[in-house]
């Protein structure tokens, strides 16, 4: 049973990871590979608040996704200024970068990691009560989105992603969007640390890679790009689909390179027989009915 | 009401020696219209990128209603109430026609996301008083019909008139035209032609780039003839179309 809450936990929070990259990448057109690293910041902000100064939990969290905000946002004020192409190379300088100084850190453990960090919920009131949590979290963060996309904000940023110039020239400014989507969206990785962190309890450079980042866009674009499921299929299909494959009783030496096998294969399936994703992806904005847009006729 | 609206005052500018604005000096003034008349590469298109601030000028300044507008950028020059179409219009294929003119109110509070999260009530009130305006404004383009339709769907001359249409929906009190009448005939021509000459009767100063002379005469309260990146001439359109040295320098050799 711990062993199917894990992966049930594992895909929740890869949900909230696609979803919050769809913001940044589908919605406001932002190329950034760094989204593992601000993971990785909400895992270690959280752990080490909770484990060092006994901050209470749930403030832990918020303060870990605090923290990937307020970083995201240092790192998009001064490259967005540059261009927008530039945040993609500050990106990956970033994502490699941060992680060599937490594997070089001393209070962050260093390469070997984090161990001994408190879990949250689990002892009072038993693991069911993580995965729910989690599980409410993954749901909270798509409708969030969803509704995001849907609302007025999201009628601008889909104006802003067509023609930048056009959408200046009408007094927006979309620097100060691309900033607050790039910041909403990382702050969301942020949080998904934050849950990583406390039930696993054990967090090491390693688990947030730059190839986390290649996983996560490959949910995304295999789900659908700028659709509200379309990273939760992608997640489910990416996590869930390789995970599974271990109750099949495979020796070890076999499973990995089906694991493998089944990973790259699902990525170039999609890009010769459905580039557009599993749901196609939305080019046309949809408001919501009534207040919040207009339908087409 | 012939108030200087907009002023501009020695503006230079050159790429890798190449000049596309050389001492510009230029007023518009509140209800005229003025055409901005030359041929290709003459600095038309330029020039109103540089009072935009589209385009950094290397010297000179401009002013809107008295107040120096250097040191702002573009989206805070059209905040103040410099607002200008595009050439090649530059319309949001995602959204509907109704959503692009939404998108030109320059202050939609639904637009911001604390908003978006805490949905307040007077949201709708001002929502309600957008749409109303960007539905009167088709309607009077005589554009009522294809509120709802997608940009692309368009003709291209519906199109052109839903660009202006855009740039009316802020507070404009200088309007740049970027050849509003290129590609455009029939119903639309009339259209364009009555809705500029409106704004224009509002208090508005507007200038239009254009290649269609009739157009110019028809519209414009006077001519301003570019050449090489300077102003060459100012005066009655009639007058500058007259003119064989400015014929010789419009045609070529």
Not at chain 1, 103 to 129: D, Y
Not at chain 1, 225 to 250: H, I, K, S
Not at chain 2, 228 to 251: C, K, N, S
């Amino acid at each position: 049973m711990e062993y199917l809450y894990g992966i049930i936990i594992i895909v929740g929070l890869y949900v909230i990871l696609a979803t919050s990259f769809n913001l940044i990448i589908g919605y406001g057109g932002l190329f950034s590979i760094a989204h593992p690293v601000f993971f990785a910041l909400g895992a270690y902000a959280s752990a080490l608040l909770a484990r060092e100064l006994d901050v209470p939990m749930p403030l832990a969290m918020l303060a870990g996704a605090l923290v990937a905000v307020v970083a995201s946002v240092a790192l998009a004020l001064p490259s967005l200024r540059v261009s927008g192409d530039y945040l993609l190379i500050a990106s990956i300088g970033f994502q490699l970068g941060m992680l060599e100084v937490i594997k070089n850190l001393r209070f962050t453990g260093g390469p070997g990691g984090l161990t001994n960090i408190p879990p949250f919920l689990i002892r009072e009131f038993g693991r069911e009560s993580y995965v729910l949590l989690v599980l409410f979290l993954a749901v909270a963060v798509t409708l969030l989105v969803r509704w995001i996309a849907r609302s007025d904000y999201g009628r601008a940023m889909s104006a802003m992603r067509d023609d930048e110039l056009a959408f200046a020239s009408l007094g927006r400014d979309a620097m100060r969007m691309k900033i607050v989507i790039f910041g909403l969206g990382s702050g969301l990785a942020g949080l998904a640390g934050a849950l990583y962190a406390h039930y696993f309890r054990f967090i090491a450079p390693e688990q947030f890679e730059i190839l986390q980042s290649a996983a996560i866009l490959t949910m995304v674009v295999v789900g659908g790009l700028r659709t509200t499921w379309g990273p939760v299929v992608g997640a489910l299909l990416l996590q869930a689909l390789p995970q599974m494959l271990t109750f099949l009783n495979l020796p070890p030496s076999v499973l990995g390179p089906i694991q493998g096998m089944l990973f790259t294969g699902l990525v170039l399936v999609f890009m010769f027989f459905r580039p557009q994703g599993l749901l196609p992806a939305e080019d046309v904005w949809h408001g919501r009915e009534g207040l919040g847009g207009t339908r087409r006729n | 009401m012939t108030a200087n609206v907009l002023e501009v005052r020695e503006l230079n500018k050159s790429f890798d020696g190449i000049v596309v604005a050389r001492e510009i000096n230029l007023t518009l003034q509140s209800g005229r219209v003025v055409g901005l008349i030359g041929p290709n590469g003459a600095g038309k298109t330029s020039l109103f990128n540089l009072i935009t601030g589209v385009v950094k000028p290397d010297s000179g300044t401009v002013l809107l209603e008295g107040a120096p507008l250097d040191r702002l950028a573009f989206p805070q020059r059209v905040r103040r109430g410099l607002s200008r179409t595009w050439q090649h219009i530059r319309l949001f294929p995602s959204l509907s026609v109704l959503d692009n003119l939404l998108i030109g109110t320059h202050d939609y509070p639904g637009e911001r996301l604390l908003n978006v999260l805490f949905r307040h009530a007077h949201l709708a009130e001002h929502d309600k008083a957008a749409r109303e305006r960007a539905s009167d404004l088709l309607a009077r383009m005589g554009l009522g019909h294809v509120a709802g339709a997608l940009v692309a769907d368009l003709p291209y001359g519906q199109q052109k008139l839903v660009g202006v249409a855009r740039a009316l929906m802020g507070k404009a009190k200088c309007l740049l035209l970027d050849e509003p009448m290129a590609g455009v005939e029939g119903q639309s021509y009339a259209a364009m032609q009555r809705i500029v000459r409106e704004v224009a009767d509002r208090g508005v100063a507007v200038c239009v780039v254009e290649h269609n002379v009739a157009f110019i005469r028809d519209l414009c309260d006077e001519g301003v003839f570019m050449f090489a990146g300077a102003i060459m001439a100012r005066g009655t359109v009639a007058d500058l179309t007259r003119d064989p040295q400015l014929t010789e320098l419009y045609f070529g050799h």
